[in-house]
């Protein structure tokens, strides 16, 4: 099936062809005719299975082509509603980039920037406002914002806006726009109380499901391997010491975890940044295109802050923890093999994990093979847990001394064979390794100061 077929404009067809999409992802085949009609819908569809674009890609033709003569100030005709700051700055790219050439004015605003800001976004009048739910009850009580002639309203990642306690504002939310619109309701899972939400906002739906959550990405190759929780550190460092990376996302349960596991990768002279709640938007937006861009090859970070980041270069995610929740596995793994490619998701765990990784198994229906420690795996933990950790405030002072002369820092990698992970014992899945193209992490010429 092409995108011509499911009566698409050609200004669209155009965009996706500039983008080089030739055939729409089963998501976008099943849900863009009924919302091309008109149609209440709901997804229930994780990200990374096109999903964005199948909400977007019909709404912008709808919106065109009933397009009133002027945008009213202070007034959205569609409203995306989204969980984190990340996805609806990502859903806002995103649908700038499908509205190309069409009179469409796409807005966003979030929680961590200034008001203001987000009241000049909304000023002139939008046809598409994605935004998070606070913010937009914020402007909406200062009365800058006008949702009473709202046409379309979309609900992505419902259980995760759940999760987060936002089931207040979207009950308030909903109270304030119009009985009579169309709505499109989306969720990686579908448990009784999301259920009764997709009910309560959607008339006749149409239904649609594509990959449930229990059964993980075909493409991603998952290994496991059991260490002390002390000693995880140790692991990641020699794993990304001898693992081809394009881009690798690790995970921690904790915004302190995602710091101490950055410096301490730091020390040991690898880059890395950390994505949390604790960080300041401009950080969070800053390490996030740094990703983006390859500039840095390793984002630490919190489920929270992950989840919905598509970055289509994600070669590995690291499980530096388990998590508690098994679905929340299936999205983090879901972070890698996007858009057609492989991905190889590791996990690291402890003694008191086990149970989690049960669970995870269960979900998933499958056995996650184990990748013994590599062979004197002790001699390096020692050696790195002599490493004093970067800290962030010396970033100045180091940056400083690293544009001068070198004074002989200890590098890491090959020189340090003798604490080497084994390479074929290190590709989790028995992954084929990566084209001589592929750079590696930065290695080296950080130093570590004591
Ligand atoms: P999403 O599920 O919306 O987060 O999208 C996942 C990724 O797939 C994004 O990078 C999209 O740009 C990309 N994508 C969406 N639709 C297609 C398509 N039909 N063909 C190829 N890539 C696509």
């Given at each position: 099936m092409k995108f011509s077929d499911l009566g698409l404009s050609q200004p669209i067809l155009a965009a996706l062809e500039a983008r080089d999409y030739s055939d729409p992802t089963p998501i976008q085949q099943k849900a863009i005719p009924p919302v091309l009609a008109g149609k209440d819908l709901v997804g229930i569809a994780q990200t990374g299975t096109g999903k964005t674009a199948a909400f977007v890609l019909p709404t912008i033709q709808r919106l065109v082509d009933s397009a009133p003569q002027r945008l009213v100030p202070g007034r959205a005709r569609m409203l995306v509603l989204a969980p984190t700051r990340e996805l609806a700055a990502q859903i806002a790219t995103a649908a700038r980039g499908y509205a190309q050439g069409q009179h469409v004015r796409v807005g966003v605003i979030f929680g961590g920037v200034p008001v203001p800001r987000s009241i000049r976004e909304v000023s002139?009048?939008?046809?598409?406002?994605?935004?998070?739910?606070?913010?937009?009850?914020?402007?909406?009580?200062?009365?800058?914002?006008?949702?009473?002639?709202?046409?379309?309203?979309?609900?992505?990642?419902?259980?995760?806006?759940?999760?987060?306690?936002?089931?207040?504002?979207?009950?308030?939310?909903?109270?304030?726009?119009?009985?009579k619109r169309q709505t499109l309701f989306f969720s990686a899972t579908m448990p009784k109380q999301i259920r009764q939400l997709a009910d309560r906002y959607c008339r006749n739906a149409v239904e649609i499901s594509v990959t449930p959550v229990s059964s993980t990405a075909e493409r991603v190759s998952q290994a496991v391997t059991f260490v002390n929780q002390k000693e995880k550190q140790a692991l990641l460092t020699l794993f990304f010491q001898h693992e081809p990376i394009d881009l690798s996302l690790v995970f921690s349960r904790t915004k302190h975890g995602c710091d101490r596991i950055v410096r301490r990768l730091k020390a040991a002279g690898i880059e890395a940044v950390a994505i949390h709640g604790n960080k300041s938007q401009a950080q969070r937006e800053r390490a996030l295109e740094a990703f983006r861009r390859g500039d840095i090859r390793i984002l630490v970070a919190t489920d929270i802050a992950a989840r919905g980041i598509?970055?289509?270069?994600?070669?590995?995610?690291?499980?530096?923890?388990?998590?508690?929740?098994?679905?929340?596995?299936?999205?983090?793994?879901?972070?890698?093999?996007?858009?057609?490619?492989?991905?190889?998701?590791?996990?690291?765990?402890?003694?008191?994990?086990?149970?989690?990784?049960?669970?995870?198994?269960?979900?998933?229906?499958?056995?996650?093979?184990?990748?013994?420690?590599?062979?004197?795996?002790?001699?390096?933990?020692?050696?790195?847990?002599?490493?004093?950790?970067?800290?962030?405030?010396?970033?100045?002072?180091?940056?400083?001394?690293?544009?001068?002369?070198?004074?002989?820092?200890?590098?890491?990698?090959?020189?340090?064979?003798?604490?080497?992970?084994?390479?074929?014992?290190?590709?989790?899945?028995?992954?084929?390794?990566?084209?001589?193209?592929?750079?590696?992490?930065?290695?080296?010429?950080?130093?570590?100061?004591?």
């Open positions: 002139r009048g939008l046809d598409i406002l994605v935004a998070t739910p606070g913010r937009l009850l914020d402007l909406v009580d200062q009365r800058v914002l006008d949702l009473s002639a709202l046409e379309i309203l979309v609900l992505d990642e419902a259980d995760q806006m759940l999760d987060l306690g936002f089931i207040h504002d979207l009950k308030r939310i909903v109270n304030i726009i119009p009985e598509d970055i289509p270069g994600v070669s590995h995610v690291v499980n530096f923890d388990l998590p508690n929740v098994p679905e929340q596995y299936v999205h983090r793994i879901g972070r890698t093999a996007r858009a057609g490619r492989e991905g190889i998701a590791y996990s690291f765990c402890a003694e008191d994990e086990r149970p989690y990784l049960k669970d995870i198994e269960k979900l998933i229906k499958q056995r996650i093979g184990a990748v013994p420690l590599p062979d004197n795996f002790m001699g390096t933990v020692q050696a790195l847990q002599a490493m004093p950790e970067v800290r962030e405030d010396m970033r100045d002072e180091e940056q400083r001394e690293r544009r001068g002369p070198r004074r002989g820092p200890p590098r890491h990698g090959k020189k340090k064979a003798a604490h080497a992970i084994k390479p074929a014992g290190h590709r989790p899945g028995g992954a084929k390794p990566k084209k001589p193209g592929n750079k590696g992490p930065r290695r080296g010429p950080r130093r570590a100061r004591g």
